[in-house]
T-cell receptor
Framework: NAGVTQTPKFQVLKTGQSMTLQCAQD?????MYWYRQDPGMGLRLIYY???????DKGEVPNGYNVSRLNKREFSLRLESAAPSQTSVYFC?????FGQGLFYEQYFGPGTRLTVT | DQQVKQNSPSLSVQEGRISILNCDYTNSMFDYFLWYKKYPAEGPTFLIS?????DKNEDGRFTVFLNKSAKHLSLHIVPSQPGDSAVYFC????????FGAGTRLTVKP
């Protein structure tokens, strides 16, 4: 099993360009998440999908959109990239999402995005 | 606002000794707490967790303690090994997940 995979691993964009970060998991998990990590800060939740067909905003959703394509795949789109979106982006998945709780999550290796 | 804080950016310990990593939170609504470990160029990996109805959880060399009245949790690693050298993140959840900024642990041989 590959676990959680992310593409691409690295990306450089110019301000105003758009791109989609791809994420797939092969663990048959119901829930998937997108985080960003900036220097000196912990991971911050951008969007999550509790189950196929649903998506919700996290702590820092502005400037992003997501699509839960099917149970395996969850993509993150930057419509008009800004330098403030320079970050490392992590996708994660988890088996349990219930009773309002986030449980143990399995993370992908990350995408390092630079916006110039 | 930073609801989960790890006030020590780094910690260095000798191999075989105890490592204690600390974490404070401000939101009393959190009811599940987790520790993740992260190596460079990799995603975080889950280490250990604790529900708010408990005050201690052990898994091998790793023990997490929760003090709800102080809104404080800690991770104890005994004995520490060089392979434990990594960045450790604490996280707290209720309707979302909030992470601390991380503590870089270095275990010296």
């Amino acid at each position: 099993n590959a676990g959680v995979t992310q593409t691409p691993k690295f990306q450089v964009l110019k301000t105003g360009q758009s791109m989609t970060l791809q994420c797939a998991q092969d663990m048959n998990h119901n829930s998937m998440y997108w985080y960003r990590q900036d220097p000196g800060m912990g991971l911050r939740l951008i969007y999550y999908s509790a189950s196929e067909g649903t998506t919700d905003k996290g702590e820092v959703p502005n400037g992003y959109n997501v699509s839960r394509l099917n149970k395996r795949e969850f993509s993150l789109r930057l419509e008009s990239a800004a330098p403030s979106q320079t970050s490392v982006y992590f996708c994660a998945s988890s088996e349990l999402f219930g009773q309002g709780l986030f449980y143990e999550q399995y993370f992908g290796p990350g995408t390092r995005l630079t916006v110039t | 606002d930073q609801q989960v804080k790890q006030n020590s950016p780094s910690l260095s310990v000798q191999e075989g000794r105890i490592s204690i990593l600390n974490c404070d939170y401000t939101n009393s609504m959190f009811d599940y707490f987790l520790w993740y470990k992260k190596y460079p160029a990799e995603g975080p990996t889950f280490l250990i967790s604790i529900s708010s109805i408990k005050d201690k959880n052990e898994d091998g060399r790793f023990t997490v303690f929760l003090n709800k009245s102080a809104k404080h949790l800690s991770l104890h690693i005994v004995p520490s090994q060089p392979g434990d050298s990594a960045v450790y993140f604490c996280a707290a959840s209720r309707n979302d997940m909030r992470f601390g900024a991380g503590t870089r642990l270095t275990v010296k041989p």
